[in-house]
């Protein structure tokens, strides 16, 4: 990927944030907050990371619009290549209609091997900034937790175990057919869920972490609204095209 490129196809460290009274409307994954646009996710992501390396895919109507379907970024310190920081992130849009905004971010950090931190302060982290968590485990090497908020300004609610909101393999590539017609299925089980887990070893110190958020309150709902707007841009192509068209040619 190079620096600020943006193709055209068709078809933690964590931020502070006040935490445990935060709401979720206002979750960000390193100041990246859900809801925002793609604009405002790069520019806040070149603050942080002003050297790395990011790139934004648009998807386009027949009729020439075009948003912001998804993104990712990638930073490696080639600066340090024996003591290197690692991350990748990404992103996720809705359409058009529904204000092409964010509803799904991963961030990927493996720390520097000189600066690594306990996996107990990652995880005291991550409850100071979204609250105490709706489920969590341990292991010898790590914690992982999960939050589920079922309303924009709700606390995570408990749960007896984690639910599979957020998949590994089938992170989404935009609000597409298939994703809300999962959103649709999952909406009341997985609301605005956070996925979090950070990796070590038996010494108590953190290699690496993860951490996944994904809004499906309203994803169905955003796909009908941005079915509608491309409707009505694709009517008023055509409207505008039939009344220009050149001739038939003889047959």
């Not at 709706?134 to 984690?162: C, H, N, Q, R």
Request: proline share 5%; aromatic share 8%.
């Amino acid at each position: 990927m190079r620096a600020a490129i943006l193709h055209l196809v068709t078809a933690l460290t964590l931020s502070p944030a006040s935490v445990s009274t935060a709401l979720a409307a206002e979750l960000d994954i390193n100041g990246m907050a859900l809801g925002t646009s793609a604009d405002q996710v790069i520019a806040r992501f070149q603050e942080v990371r002003p050297e790395a390396q990011y790139e934004f895919v648009r998807w386009k109507l027949p009729e020439g619009s075009e948003w912001v379907a998804n993104g990712r970024t990638l930073y490696n310190d080639l600066a340090n290549p024996d003591d290197m920081e690692h991350e990748r992130m990404q992103f996720a849009f809705t359409g058009l209609g529904s204000g092409n905004k964010l509803f799904a971010a991963r961030r990927e950090l493996k720390f520097r091997p000189s600066q690594r931190p306990t996996t107990e302060s990652v995880y005291a982290a991550a409850v100071e900034k979204f609250g105490e968590p709706s489920v969590t485990g341990k292991s010898a090497t790590g914690i992982w937790a999960a939050w589920k908020f079922s309303s924009p300004d709700a606390k995570a609610e408990k749960l007896e175990s984690s639910i599979a909101c957020i998949g590994m393999s089938d992170f989404p590539v935009g609000l597409d057919e298939f994703t809300a017609r999962k959103a649709k299925q999952s909406a009341s089980m997985c609301g605005i869920y956070v996925d979090f887990e950070v990796r070590g070893d038996p010494t108590g110190l953190a290699n690496e972490l993860e951490i996944k958020m994904m809004d499906q309150l309203h994803l169905a709902q955003d796909f009908d609204s941005d079915n509608a707007d491309a409707r009505k841009r694709i009517d008023a192509a055509k409207a505008k095209n039939v009344g220009n068209a050149a001739p038939a040619p003889k047959l």
